[in-house]
């Protein structure tokens, strides 16, 4: 009845849109980028045909130990390429740099913000890249949420997964709280860290319980991830007020307030664990020795150990006795995972002294690598079969 | 105690480390970008010493009536700079154009992505603007939820939007479903269309009810948005299979199965509501018409209309008598906004005089300006102060 009325297909209207569209913020990239070869190599391609020079910067040329930046071949119809060597399986990073200004490819909608600088990313399957992958597995739902914070005067945003079948269950739940490093925020465990594709995958397969993780917001002065508060879309910090002055840790029994409180949570010390990486390994580290009944389980991700110079809290007070105390009656999981290369390796190297000199229980487990982001997520992927057994 | 065991500033060296990352990936971009004048005007600049062309392409440079594209000035050090007129409250989109290659703003985090291409944003808050702004109001939770649809056989992402306070309460609420356009996804409404901002701004001032709102994935090709499926990080597309073939339609009553099992929704027809955009407004025609004793509210955002050409569906069929059966027990509101330049002005005029003609009642709105989000975020604002009244 109304189809007769219409003179232009509507494909095609929608489409010269779209094209229109495009053309309005200048043309399309045409370039195939990057492309992952059979080898499992990568080739990046960006059309420039007036650059003079152009480059690819990024941690998968790090394997080999050069600087990670490689010179791009320009080709024909100004098309620049490089190709790398056959890569492992992992989530990589990466930018080009046109005539000395570093951009992202153009051809390539997949970028994650690391503090303030974003960059492209790729990831290679198999082996440990297949916990990065989105499977096709049951998928657990991940919420932003706005918890209030008496102790901070403010509400907070956080990131909560919840299980596959969550929802539909009448069960209660076990609760993961991962924290994040210095310049991250309530995203980076979900993003770079792809921690809800590694539980989908981990729960999946058995090698991880159901259980409920929160991401929080480790920075006091913030009341979430840059771009997500009133603040506006503001350039993102890397050190902040109130950064590791004691404040978060402090602050921290509201959040499992709200989370037991507003979810099926089991609100006990037998099932919640609290881990994070770099800053957040810190946070782990004094939150659970200042409440020493909240956690059974702790792991400590290249972790900060030591106080700020100058510095002075509660949190950081007595930390001796605190421990002791925590220690009487001892986390059934005490987790210290650190690289030989990490800057953290000697404060952790005399964290495990000191446990050791008081018989203090642990695991540790030593990698290779340093304070990146590959070991952030291989630690997570060895801590998650260890939890709530 | 294990202070003095520590010789380096963990401040410093974490600190250190973040510069080192940065340094990886090429220089650290200089400019400030996007600045917001006191005028409204914006300047982009760009630091970009070897260009020998600069151009920033953007939808903010419309309102002259000129080519979205305007050149930039090199200045002191190799920083290209342009300054916009004063621009009225909106958010916008922009990138710049070095030497022919289109790139985004170094200095600029924020990005959202249409279709395959990724642009910059700003927002210039105040009257209209101050809808799409983060405030300091209650937030509701924003998650990524998977529901089984067995009329596609597989499992489906989608965004769930669940008003302040839907944790803590026993409350059941009425519930939206926002439906987005041609090459969008269950991610649209709450980025570019910046739904999530809206909600918590018109519902913490009373000018919405609380609702939960559903932004489904409308291509029943995909699982979910590009880079979220197992097909990885694939480039996306505008036009899939299964696009506009009656197949989203048929299974949409999976979603409301989902909904009312699995939310403490109001499981009735005087308490859901249907609306969407281009093709999302599409599908809410054809959805609400196929299933009449499921919405009593409609929201036809820059619809399409008209089914496409050679498709063959029993939803497209029998449209008369599916309207008529439809409006016999007229839908509390069927909501019509479209802009006088949009190229499916005439669609939509054509079915305004077909339900003039049938005496079905619907509420129309007629807005300056074409087929862009501008609109379609207005015409949100619009809609839903006359939902579930």
């Known amino acids: 009845m109304l189809r ?4 232009m297909s509507v494909l095609a209207a929608l489409t010269a849109m779209a094209a229109r569209a495009q053309q309005a913020l200048g043309d399309r990239p045409q370039a195939v980028s990057p492309q992952t070869n059979a080898d499992n190599s990568v080739t990046f391609r960006l059309l420039a045909p007036e ?3 152009v480059q690819v910067a990024g941690d998968f040329l790090l394997p080999s130990g050069a600087e990670p930046v490689a010179d791009m071949t320009r080709g024909d119809g100004g098309v620049w390429e490089f190709t790398s ?10 930018a080009f740099i046109v005539d ?7 051809s390539n909608v997949y970028q994650l913000r ?30 932003k949420v706005w918890y209030d914070s008496p102790a901070l005067s403010t509400s907070r945003r ?4 919840t299980p596959p079948g969550y929802e539909r269950s009448d069960c209660r739940y076990p609760v993961l709280y991962l924290l994040h490093g210095m310049g991250g925020d309530e995203n980076s465990w979900s993003e770079l860290g792809r921690a809800t594709q590694i539980l989908d995958n981990m729960i999946a397969c058995g090698e991880a319980e159901p259980m409920i993780v929160v991401m929080t917001n480790g920075n006091p002065a913030m009341q979430g991830a840059p771009g997500e508060t009133p603040e506006g879309f503001i350039v993102p910090q890397f050190d902040l007020p109130k950064t590791m002055d004691g404040s978060f840790e402090e602050h ?15 609100p006990d010390k037998a099932h919640r664990a609290v881990a994070g990486l770099s800053m957040g390994g810190f946070h782990a580290h004094h939150i659970s020795k200042q409440y020493p009944d909240m956690f059974d389980y702790v792991g400590l991700f290249s972790g900060a150990i030591i106080p700020r110079e100058g510095v002075s809290s509660p949190v950081y007070e007595d930390s001796d006795a605190k421990l002791a105390r925590q220690f009487a009656q001892a986390p059934a999981l005490y987790w210290i995972g650190i690289g030989r290369d990490d800057f953290l390796y000697e404060a952790n190297r005399d964290l495990r002294a000191y446990l050791d000199a008081h018989g203090y229980p642990y695991v540790y487990h030593e990698s290779p690598d340093g304070h990146i982001w590959k070991n952030l997520r291989i630690y997570l992927t060895q801590f998650l079969p260890l939890l709530f057994k």
């Open 51 to 53: 650059a003079r020079s």
């Open 85 to 94: 060597a056959p890569l492992p399986p992992e989530l990589y990073s990466y």
């Open 158 to 161: 956080m990131t909560v997964y």
């Open 4 to 7: 007769r009325l219409i003179i």
């Open 114 to 143: 690391d503090i303030a600088t974003l960059t492209n990313v790729f990831l290679i399957p198999g082996g440990q890249g297949d916990y990065y992958k989105v499977s096709n597995v049951p998928h657990g739902s991940v919420a």
């Open 100 to 106: 000395g200004t570093r951009i992202t490819d153009p």
């Open 252 to 266: 921290f029994p509201d959040v499992v307030a709200f989370m037991d409180a507003n979810y099926r949570t089991i």
